[in-house]
């Protein structure tokens, strides 16, 4: 007798683990595509397809344009940005400026364009000076973009383009932006960390709750189930 019911009791802890695992493994592969789910939607990337309309005419351009000037490149680096919980990869020009007719009063401005032709980047190369017509990047009124879309080209084959919109000014505001292209490197490391809270508070936060709400409940029924089998 009492090894019967030695041998059910030791029965009913195996089914208890035996079950209780099976309830584990259910919970942590939920909890697993939950999770999947979340940064799928979480980790967005940008992308691009290049179709230009015909460019306007060089005073309709820099009626259009937020900067026109004209400047050599002095650095180019790539950068990995976190625009409001959107990643985006990008080109980043560091440009001494030589003349302005439009929206910049700097010696140094940095112009970012996407990463190849295929996506309308423009390819800069250091040492050279190009006639740049800028708009602001992304709507974002801090920084400026161009493209193979826009009048940008070589100076060396700008002038059609000079004689029509005249002889530019020189800067005075003497400025340093190499800080900023290093900053901007450092932001690299941090850009997917940043994005994923960014996409998470703007966009996400009601499936983030309903996950939450989802696993608070998963862990309850667990319990019940672990206090339920011992009772036996």
């Given at each position: 007798?009492?090894?019967?019911?030695?041998?059910?009791?030791?029965?009913?802890?195996?089914?208890?683990?035996?079950?209780?695992?099976?309830?584990?493994?259910?919970?942590?592969?939920?909890?697993?595509?939950?999770?999947?789910?979340?940064?799928?939607?979480?980790?967005?990337?940008?992308?691009?397809?290049?179709?230009?309309?015909?460019?306007?005419?060089?005073?309709?351009?820099?009626?259009?344009?937020?900067?026109?000037?004209?400047?050599?490149?002095?650095?180019?680096?790539?950068?990995?940005?976190?625009?409001?919980?959107?990643?985006?990869?990008?080109?980043?020009?560091?440009?001494?400026?030589?003349?302005?007719?439009?929206?910049?009063?700097?010696?140094?401005?940095?112009?970012?364009?996407?990463?190849?032709?295929?996506?309308?980047?423009?390819?800069?190369?250091?040492?050279?000076?190009?006639?740049?017509?800028?708009?602001?990047?992304?709507?974002?009124?801090?920084?400026?973009?161009?493209?193979?879309?826009?009048?940008?080209?070589?100076?060396?084959?700008?002038?059609?383009?000079l004689n029509q919109i005249g002889q530019g000014e020189k800067p005075t505001e003497?400025?340093?932006?190499?800080?900023?292209?290093?900053?901007?490197?450092?932001?690299?490391?941090?850009?997917?960390?940043?994005?994923?809270?960014?996409?998470?508070?703007?966009?996400?936060?009601?499936?983030?709750?309903?996950?939450?709400?989802?696993?608070?409940?998963?862990?309850?029924?667990?319990?019940?189930?672990?206090?339920?089998?011992?009772?036996?």
């Amino acid at each position: 007798m009492i090894e019967t019911l030695h041998g059910k009791a030791r029965l009913s802890i195996e089914e208890l683990f035996g079950r209780k695992w099976r309830v584990k493994k259910g919970l942590i592969f939920l909890t697993f595509m939950m999770l999947c789910s979340c940064l799928s939607m979480a980790v967005p990337n940008k992308t691009y397809a290049c179709s230009c309309m015909k460019p306007p005419d060089p005073i309709k351009a820099v009626a259009q344009s937020k900067a026109v000037f004209s400047g050599t490149v002095l650095d180019i680096k790539r950068q990995v940005l976190d625009i409001d919980g959107i990643i985006e990869q990008q080109i980043a020009v560091l440009f001494d400026v030589e003349q302005t007719w439009k929206g910049l009063n700097q010696t140094q401005v940095m112009v970012l364009t996407n990463l190849d032709e295929p996506a309308c980047g423009y390819h800069f190369q250091v040492g050279q000076t190009y006639l740049v017509f800028a708009g602001s990047y992304n709507y974002n009124k801090e920084l400026l973009g161009t493209s193979n879309c826009s009048l940008t080209k070589g100076i060396s084959v700008a002038a059609a383009d000079l004689n029509q919109i005249g002889q530019g000014e020189k800067p005075t505001e003497i400025v340093s932006l190499q800080h900023k292209m290093d900053r901007m490197a450092y932001t690299n490391r941090w850009a997917y960390v940043t994005m994923i809270v960014h996409r998470i508070i703007h966009h996400h936060l009601d499936e983030l709750m309903v996950v939450g709400g989802i696993l608070v409940a998963g862990g309850f029924i667990l319990v019940l189930l672990i206090r339920k089998r011992r009772g036996l």
